[in-house]
């Protein structure tokens, strides 16, 4: 797109205001130090930082690599591409990069990166600054990083809100952009005009600037901000008269505001593209309240007509305003030769008095520069002042800087001010570069269909030349479905409402489409509207990583709604289960003492029966994580080996097992029995996939699990041993690996599969600390992997459990049992009673603290772990404990209060024995735990 000289005033100003709202983070660095000269708004926020910190000093000092991070090569990648950008002078982008910042605490936090440096070229065309543009992309490698990331629940969903918060944030700021084009422009007057001169809108800045409001300007002639004398001379129409002509014309002059003042405005006026009939609709004029500069200027004028100015005539190097001056001094003779300057030169430009005494003033202008330069010592020459002059000059070291001048003409000669503004222009030239490379489309088109005016990312996302797209109706290049609901946004556009958050698909050359998120301000007047359009395919990618967190949210949930309730079925279970298990034993006892018989056979069978209604709620207690746990140091691969034999009897002779065991495996601590029934439940699933025979492979490794890996395995990080069963059968789809775990869900037929195989694997190993995976292809077979932290201390002697008989109590030995179910409490009792010990029992806890709290011998407390009265058993032996310090306590329990009692790490002399159980292995466990 062209603009004219008169653009610079409104580009420069809306540049600036797109590149503090930019949501995307921006940095401008200066070769060879890279120093930072510039940042916006969202660079700081990523970074925490403020633009005092940054400001002025070199990028890898305040953005160095994590010196604790052997593997940080942020810095080196970073350098090397800028470094590649100053030889080749062309933009590079670079791969995904990982490149820590710090956090509020000062501490660095890993983040990851897609940078892209552009160039920006000086007027030698070597390249000045550099560009440094990046986006926020650390969730995205996170969620997308591992396949297994479908499987994080509540944690990443709260991260995935945050960044879709985020993006809603960063698409505001973009939308506001273009509405701080205009209404944050408010050191600018904007207005347009109908062909007459009329007023047809008027912006914020022209309101605060000339005391008019837009309700009193439209509608009025524009000539009414021009001076009387103005008027009169015919300035107001010979203005719109010269734009219409050459396509702009100046306006640099004293206007009027409403009450009365002057203001000197500095601008241009432009005519307004014609309607589509050809007519004229207007003109555009855009002007810089500069009346403050005005009254400097104006001073300078005066002291170069006052005695003072006269003074320095005569004695150039005299007086302190010569001497101290920030600007540049200089008086030339009439052949353009400089006569005499001030210090201020060599300060900035480093040339000496005497070397510019032999140098023509325009042999030192920027070659470029030279024709207006030459127009305006023209003017000189006639007399006239020159109050505003922006030329390249060279300095000593052969670089140019850009000098705003002041002239005036007096006697011969010429009495010269300069201003060094290389920073402001360099500024300009950075917010149009950040114009030029923005990702997000800003357009200008008509209610009638078709685009005017558009900025370089239409053609560079559509693939679609810029002549392409301005001269087709712009419903071509969107999608079928989207053209319905864009008609209703023109629509609402005619009726001068702006519309914001629409979404509108563009077809890129290829036919593929692109989301985009627009917003749109109407100029109803000119038959025109603004738009500016967001890429929002990642937003929507974002959404979808949501609604599978939300989903996977709700799985959990459900999850554990059913874990609860199946924990609480099985507690109670487990209780009525061991006292029909212990008085059926204790029947059979009584039976055989007294000779009976014909008996056995039925109570063979419901002692039979009670034992799998008990392991029935093991598998339920597993699955909720709720059962009590042995876990002892062991050896995965030894206990392998001790059950291969078991392992390939189970699956037949039409299946190979290969045990593939790894060298210097780790230790784990686990329950060996439940890890044993994991195992073989997992073969047994491997084997029912190959009906027609297949492969089994069981193998054991060690492993690391870093941060990010354990964030979606819901793990703590760091050492783990892995135990994968991998078969070669038919595989699963994603719908039953979502379901897999779910209690009761089996795609075995009706009878050969109760569906709690998996969830009680699932229970015991997240029990346990670890974590299961599922790995599987329809018809590519599945593997099944078991994480289970490492341990790090040594193996335990095994001790076998005896079937001995019950072993007799010595002479007054004393059990206290605690137990608020009274056939388990009873039927416990006249089993150590028959071994002979003296029993004393409570219901709950307080009665059995005040027994504890008495003088009376106690041996042992068997307590229940769950006990009504306020105290559970553990607190019931911690209490007691206190005056018995040596107490020998056997716990009992059908629940997982493992927190209560310890979560498996016991106090010396404390055990536990789960419900149901063996009245004889109790009586056994008894006389082992008060022997010592």
Known sequence: MTRGDGDHQLLSVDFQALFDASPTPFIVVAPPNWTIVAANDARLRVTNTTREQQIGRPLFEIFPDDPDDPQAD???????????????????TMAVQRYAVRDLDGQFVERWWTPVNSPVLNGDGDVA??????????????????????????????????????????????????RLVIDGARDHAILTTDPAGLVTTWSPGAEAIFGWTADEMVGQRASRLFTPEDRAAGVDVHELETAAATGAAPDERWHVRKDGARVFMNGSVHPLPPSPDGKPRGFLKIAQD?????????????????????????SHIGGKTWQLSPEILGVANAEGVFESTNPTWGRILGWSSEELGAIPFMDLVHPEDRNRTLAGFEALQRGEPVLRLENRYRAKDGAYRWLSWVAVPDGGKYYCSARDITAQVAAATEREKLFEISPDLFGVATFDGHLQSINPAWSKRLGRSEADLLARPFSEIIHPDDLASTADVVATLQTGRPVHQFHVRLLKSDGGAIPYAWSAVPDAANGIFYTVGRDITEDQAKAEQLKDAQDALRQSQKMEAVGQLTGGLAHDFNNLLAGIGGSLELMQKRLSEQGLTGFDRYLGIAQASTQRAAALTQCLLAFSRRQTLDPKALDANRLIRTMEDLLRRSVGPNIEVDVVGAIGLWLTKVDAPQLENALLNLVINARDAMPDGGRITIETANKWIDERAAKTREIEPGQYISVCVTDTGTGMTAEVMERA???????????????????????????????????????????????????????EDEVEDSAEAVPEAELGETVLVIDDEEPIRMLISEVLQEAGYRI????????????????????????????????????????????????????????????????????????????????TALAQRVRAIIEG
């Open 741 to 795: 775990f779910d209690p009761f869900y089996t795609t075995k037929p009706l009878g050969q599969g109760t569906g709690l195989g998996l969830s009680m694997i699932h229970g015991f190993v997240r029990q346990s600390g670890g974590q299961v995976r599922i790995y599987s292809e329809l018809g590519q077979g599945t593997t099944m992997c078991l994480y289970l932290p490492r341990y790090t201390g040594e193996m």
């Open 840 to 919: 004393l029992e409570a219901g709950d806890g307080p009665t059995g603290l005040r027994i504890l709290q008495s003088e009376a011998r106690i041996d042992l407390l068997i307590s229940d772990v769950g006990l009504p009265g306020g105290f559970n058993g553990r607190q019931v032996a911690d209490a007691a404990r206190q005056t018995r310090p040596d107490l020998k306590v056997l716990f009992i329990t059908g629940y997982a209060e493992i927190a209560a009692i310890g979560n498996g790490q016991l106090e010396p002399g404390m055990q536990v024995i789960t419900k149901p159980f063996q009245m």
């Open 74 to 92: 942020g810095v080196r990648n970073l350098t090397a591409s800028l470094e590649r950008v100053v030889a080749t002078k062309a933009p590079d």
């Open 129 to 178: 600054l550099i560009i440094h543009r990046v986006e926020d992309v650390t969730e995205v490698v996170r969620l997308r990083g591992d396949a297994e990331a479908r499987d994080q629940l509540a944690t990443d969903q709260q991260g995935v809100i945050s960044q879709l918060r985020a993006s809603e944030v960063a698409l505001r700021n973009s939308e506001a952009g273009l």
């Open 290 to 314: 500069e009346t403050e500069r005005r009254r400097k200027d104006e001073e300078l004028r005066k002291l170069n007509t006052n005695l003072e100015n006269e003074v320095l005539r005569r």
